[in-house]
């Protein structure tokens, strides 16, 4: 049962880190749209 604990956090924590680069690079991309003159 604890091992089960242990890797369900770890997955939490990874999905977490995912969605955050996810996040980064959505945001990333808002900022290229947003100024074209960056490119």
């Known amino acids: ?3 089960l604990q242990s890797l ?3 997955d939490i924590r990874h ?3 995912s969605a955050s680069a ?3 690079r ?3 991309s808002l900022l ?3 100024l074209p ?3």
């Open 8 to 10: 369900l956090k770890d």
């Open 37 to 39: 003159h960056l490119e």
């Open 15 to 17: 999905m977490n880190m």
């Open 32 to 34: 290229q749209s947003s």
């Open 22 to 24: 996810i996040n980064m």
């Open 1 to 3: 049962m604890y091992y």
């Open 26 to 28: 959505m945001s990333l």
